[in-house]
Each structure stands twice: as structure tokens, then as C-alpha cells.
């Protein structure tokens, strides 16, 4: 979240403060990201979607109120429409000192806010195999999630500058084709032993199978203010790993051209564009791909009792916009 001014919106620098407020029961809730005027909030282990969304409520409200009581208001939205980069105060820590050294100056670029999720898999090389089949999906759900026009008090053109903010990063693209986990765990000794990294979790890429975690960790969309909308999009987070993992047909090594492409206008277009699906290699709008998106996991919706919301979520989106609208 980003930490503001109750009165103006600016960002304040209020990290430490709040960390200060945080009872030791669910200090693990709450962590440092690379600003001091921003909190990251972590949920714990979940069940299903409806535990998750309960989760982030109460972890929403506990720090609006710690908001009241050190004078802050949480900000949502994929970057802050007015804040500078040189205007702000960044952690001190080994994470960002190491990101500081290796990004010099556009390390103090970022000012971006996202929201992860994470999917429990069966074993290692079933992650490899559902996340090269994911990056099919990468464009239509940041379609549906992009909330960042504005990036230092100017209308950017863009409907996810955060996108573009966060890009400048190395390692943060859609990653490429593995044919095995062992191939993934060799692209990532072989940035550690170049310097590259310090630590599998230094790569940032749309789709991240997380070596510590045992997850899918899907890294795509910009800050949602609606728990409706990540109601959502976690629900079909869950129901496109389930689907692939149930999936038998063939894999197919899409053409990371037009992933690349279809990302863009996905960041800066709006649901008329056309894009090429990998799948086929047909001129498709963004809109008919992301109904073709939702008719894939509608088995998997229904599984976990969570396609009738999920879709009527989806369709007033398609119908009036994105949190960027």
C-alpha cells in the first residue's frame, strides 16, 4: 500500500513508524518494501479464495487504523499519480542496497505497486510445465488489472505505467520456454555464479514458479483498491493452475514475439486492440481473448465454486473499464 498524506494524498514516509504498531503475534503479515512510504501486507496460507479475501480485509482495515492513530491513509492504485522519484526516502537494507548497486539510478525509479499470488503446486516439474503454459495468459490479466495512468503527475498515455516503471528492472519480462525444472534451476545458478543475482527471488519475472515456496507466483497485475476484483483474479489464478494441471493436450512453445506484443497492448491499450494468440497464431481482440481465457478455466471456476462471481466481476470490467478508467 502506498502510506499517504491524510489530507493532501502525497506520500509520507511512515514504513518504520507502522512497523512499530504491528503486534508480534503477525509481525510476518507486514514488511519493509524499497520505500519508506510504502507497506507491503502479506496474507498467510489460504485454503481457498474466499479465506484469502477475509485475510486481506482484516490486514486492510488493521492498517487503516493504525492509519488513524499516526496520522496516514492507505493509497491504492499501481504507482501514485504525483509522487517523484527524487522526492522519496528508500529502505536502508541489504535488499535494496543490492538493488541500489546493480540499478543505480533507475533503482529510485520505481515507485510501483503490485499484487502477488501465490498457487501451491504438486511437485517442481509440474510448476515448470503449468508456468510455460501460463504465459498464454500473461496479457489478458494485466487487461483486466491495469491501474496506473498517471507517474509523476502526468497522464502517461499508458493504462499500466507501473508496467513500464517496473520493466526498466532486468529479469522482470515474461520468462521463456523451459523443458524442465532443471533447465529453470540451471538459468539460475548460472545468473548467481555470474553475479547477475544474489538469490533465486532477484528474478521478477510475470511468472514466477518460487523455488522456496513450492508456488506459482503470479506477478502481473497492478494494485486493486475492489477485494471484488481480486476476488477475482486470484480465483482465476487458482482455476488456470488447476486447469493446465488437468490439462493433457500438448504444450506448445509459444511465439515470444507476440507475447511480448500482446503484454504491450495490454499496458497501453484498451479491449478493442488486436493481438496475436500464441496459441494459434490468430489476429484476436483483447477482449474476445479474455473470454476466451475465462471459457478455459470455466471447469476449474465451477470446481471451486467460483464462476458465477468471477465472471460477473469480469464482465462489468469488460463493460466499464479497469480500476485505471
Given at each position: 500500500?502506498?502510506?499517504?498524506d ?30 519508506e512510504s ?15 479475501i ?7 482495515n ?22 517523484l ?22 533503482a ?21 510445465h ?9 496479457a ?33 519480462n ?6 524442465d525444472?532443471?533447465s529453470?534451476?540451471?538459468?539460475v ?7 547477475a ?30 477485494l471484488?476484483n481480486?476476488?477475482?483474479f486470484?480465483?482465476?489464478f ?8 488437468n490439462d493433457k ?29 500464441p496459441?494459434d ?7 474476445n ?6 471459457d478455459y ?14 465472471i ?6 469488460l463493460?466499464?473499464?479497469t480500476?485505471?478508467?
Open positions: 500500500y502506498m502510506i499517504c491524510k489530507l493532501t494524498g502525497e506520500l509520507v514516509n511512515k514504513a518504520s513508524e507502522i512497523m512499530g504498531y504491528i503486534d508480534i503475534n503477525i509481525k510476518d503479515r507486514f514488511s519493509y518494501e524499497l520505500l510504502e507497506i507491503e501486507v502479506n496474507t498467510k496460507i489460504c485454503k481457498n479464495v474466499n479465506e484469502a477475509n485475510e486481506l480485509a482484516i490486514l486492510r488493521l492498517t487503516r487504523d493504525i492509519g488513524r492513530k499516526i496520522g496516514f491513509k492507505i493509497g491504492i492504485s499501481g504507482t501514485h499519480p504525483t509522487a522519484p527524487e522526492d522519496q526516502i528508500f529502505i536502508e537494507n541489504e535488499s535494496y542496497s543490492w538493488v541500489a548497486e546493480q540499478l543505480s539510478y533507475y529510485r525509479r520505481n515507485i510501483t505497486f503490485s499484487i502477488h499470488v501465490h498457487i501451491a503446486v504438486k511437485d517442481e516439474n509440474y510448476a515448470i503449468i508456468a510455460n503454459s501460463l504465459r498464454q495468459w500473461v489478458p490479466l494485466l487487461a483486466i488489472s491495469t491501474n496506473s495512468p498517471f507517474f509523476g503527475g502526468k497522464n502517461t498515455g499508458m493504462r499500466s505505467s507501473r508496467t513500464t516503471q517496473f520493466g526498466i528492472f532486468p529479469r522482470t515474461i520468462p521463456m520456454y523451459f523443458k525444472f532443471n529453470y534451476r540451471e538459468v545458478n548460472k545468473y548467481i555464479e555470474s553475479g543475482i544474489q538469490k533465486p527471488r532477484q528474478i521478477w519475472w510475470k511468472i514466477r514458479p518460487h523455488m522456496n515456496y513450492g508456488t506459482i507466483e503470479f506477478r502481473i497485475c497492478d494494485m486493486q483498491r475492489s471484488k481480486i476476488h477475482a486470484i480465483s482465476i487458482q482455476s488456470l493452475v488447476h486447469r493446465i494441471y493436450s500438448t504444450l506448445i512453445k509459444y511465439n515470444q514475439e507476440f507475447l511480448n506484443d500482446s503484454l504491450w497492448k495490454a499496458s497501453s491499450k484498451d479491449f478493442d486492440a488486436k493481438i496475436v494468440d496459441y497464431n490468430k489476429v484476436i481482440s483483447m477482449k481473448m479474455i473470454n476466451k481465457l475465462l478455466i470455466k471447469p476449474s471456476l465451477i470446481h471451486f465454486n467460483n464462476y458465477e462471481s468471477t460477473d466481476t469480469i464482465n462489468d470490467i463493460q466499464n473499464g480500476e485505471c478508467d
